[in-house]
């Protein structure tokens, strides 16, 4: 069982001097879930090497099991330092992909030529293609053999505009996923804020947030099993 993790290689958090890049904890649960599943696990950014990691989320009011974890794990920590660069990816070699939120995909793998690429021959080969929290950003550009877009009369979910509101970067981010999703013809569905919450749509899997990494990766396993 291969799996791709797909991360950010964006740091800028809009027109803020601010900081951004990939949630650390949608990036460790799953990548350990897949770890003790005995995945073969491979890691890919735009830019290849270290991703940037977004500093609030490594501050101590977010870490959980899996952050600390991954904090004594020098093997791991190096093969996040070394991502192969997404160009480099090729679709046909992996079983499924998922890509961790955080703000900085809404900037560089929405609009990755490379990322729209292996969604769209993952996703038509049947392969589990999964996103959480802002990573359904991914989807903004994707489309079906037939044009339409790959979220559309799909069952969805992400980082929801209320959560957006919640943490005050509506009017940072370029755009709410929410409403990208829902104007892409997306089934939207969301929990509470901040509360668990997945869709499984035949092989598109997306979680609402942090707290719905967990309950993807299972997903995931679950399809590649």
């Given at each position: 069982m291969k799996i791709l993790i797909v991360l950010t290689s964006h740091e800028q958090l809009g027109s803020t001097n601010q900081k951004t890049g990939f949630w650390l904890e949608e990036f460790t649960?799953?990548?350990?879930?897949?770890?003790?599943?005995?995945?073969?696990?491979?890691?890919?950014?735009?830019?290849?090497?270290?991703?940037?990691?977004?500093?609030?989320?490594?501050?101590?009011e977010y870490q959980t099991d899996s952050t600390r974890r991954f904090k004594t794990d020098e093997e791991s920590q190096a093969v996040l330092a070394?991502?192969?660069?997404?160009?480099?990816?090729?679709?046909?070699?992996?079983?499924?992909?998922?890509?961790p939120g955080g703000h900085g995909p809404l900037w560089d793998l929405a609009e990755d030529e490379n990322s729209i690429q292996l969604i769209e021959a993952?996703?038509?080969?049947?392969?589990?293609?999964?996103?959480v929290c802002h990573g359904p950003c991914v989807f903004r550009h994707t489309k079906n053999l037939d044009g339409s877009c790959i979220?559309?009369?799909?069952?969805?979910?992400?980082?929801?505009?209320s959560e957006e509101a919640a943490v005050q970067l509506t009017e940072?981010?370029?755009?709410?996923?929410?409403d990208m999703l829902c104007d892409q013809g997306g089934i939207f569905t969301s929990a509470d804020?901040?509360?668990?919450?997945?869709?499984?749509?035949?092989n598109?899997?997306?979680?609402?947030?942090p707290a719905s990494?967990?309950?993807?990766?299972?997903?995931?396993?679950?399809?590649?099993?």
């Open positions: 649960t799953p990548y350990y879930i897949f770890k003790d599943a005995n995945a073969e696990i491979t890691l890919a950014s735009p830019a290849g090497g270290q991703p940037p990691l977004d500093p609030i989320s490594d501050t101590a070394n991502t192969i660069r997404l160009a480099e990816v090729h679709a046909q070699d992996y079983d499924a992909v998922f890509y993952m996703y038509a080969a049947g392969k589990p293609v999964s996103a979220v559309q009369g799909k069952g969805v979910t992400c980082f929801t505009n940072i981010v370029p755009y709410l996923v929410e804020d901040f509360a668990e919450h997945f869709v499984v749509d035949g598109l899997i997306t979680g609402q947030n990494s967990a309950a993807v990766a299972r997903a995931i396993l679950s399809q590649c099993n």
